[in-house]
């Protein structure tokens, strides 16, 4: 099984619905990230959270939302999708201060019609 | 001005030739990475530096702290190699990362 799992790897979704991503790691980690890639830009980190606790913005926040259910699990929805939130979605996990590197989940193609 | 660039955006070459990728950065820096992402879509880190130089294989990551800049070398490239390479900066205590745009390497047979 891969170290951080991402469900669903595709979705095609209309305009106005809510969307749940979900990511599980098996790495043990504190840290959970979820980040947004467009072509040609980087990656805009949405949310992170260094524990069950603890949830922070990051810098592309607007429209999304995140539910860290256990150290495991972390969640992202799109509350009323709109089409320019399709992008391919990542959740990543980190120990403290990224020593050991980030794992990434393979990723969400999400689409919004 | 982007916080970290990376140069060249694209790069073409044949197999077997020594590649280059470049990372400047303008912000103060706990740690710079280098990830590999696959045409799949997968992302994998490859070094994590915040001195000097590390060495995986037929991989090299140099940064110069004092200059801003990190450089992936890539001897005897393989069209395996084949991919987008990112840096990505680590800034303040929390750790989090300013990423580049990614260099999309293409090595031909």
């Known amino acids: 099984d891969a170290d951080v799992t991402q469900t669903p790897r595709n979705r095609i979704t209309k305009t106005g619905k809510r969307i749940m991503l979900e990511c599980s790691q098996t790495?043990?980690?504190?840290?959970m990230y979820w980040y947004r890639q467009d072509p040609g830009l980087g990656l805009r980190l949405i949310y992170y959270?260094?524990?069950?606790?603890?949830?922070n913005k990051g810098e592309i926040s607007d429209g999304y939302s995140v539910s860290r259910q256990a150290q495991a699990k972390f969640s992202l929805s799109l509350e009323s999708a709109i089409p320019n939130q399709t992008a391919l979605y990542f959740c990543?996990?980190?120990?403290?201060?990224?020593?050991?590197?980030?794992?990434f989940g393979s990723g969400t193609r999400l689409t919004v019609v | 001005k982007n916080e970290v660039e990376q140069s060249p955006q694209n790069l073409t070459a044949q197999e077997g030739e020594f590649i280059t990728i470049n990372c400047s950065y303008s912000?103060?820096?706990?740690?710079l990475h280098w990830l590999q992402q696959h045409p799949g879509g997968g992302i994998v880190s490859l070094f994590m530096?915040?001195?000097?130089?590390k060495k995986h294989g037929r991989l090299i990551a140099t940064i110069n702290i004092q200059e801003k800049h990190s450089s992936l070398h890539i001897t005897a490239s393989h069209p395996r190699d084949s991919a987008v390479y990112i840096c990505?900066?680590?800034?303040?205590?929390?750790?989090?990362?300013?990423w580049g745009a990614g260099t999309k390497l293409i090595i031909k047979p």
């Open positions: 990543a996990t980190s120990d403290f201060a990224g020593a050991s590197g980030y794992t």
């Open positions: 790495k043990g980690h504190d840290r």
């Open positions: 959270s260094f524990d069950v606790k603890d949830i």
């Open positions: 912000v103060g820096i706990s740690a």
């Open positions: 530096l915040s001195s000097g130089k």
């Open positions: 990505a900066v680590g800034v303040d205590s929390n750790y989090q990362l300013i």
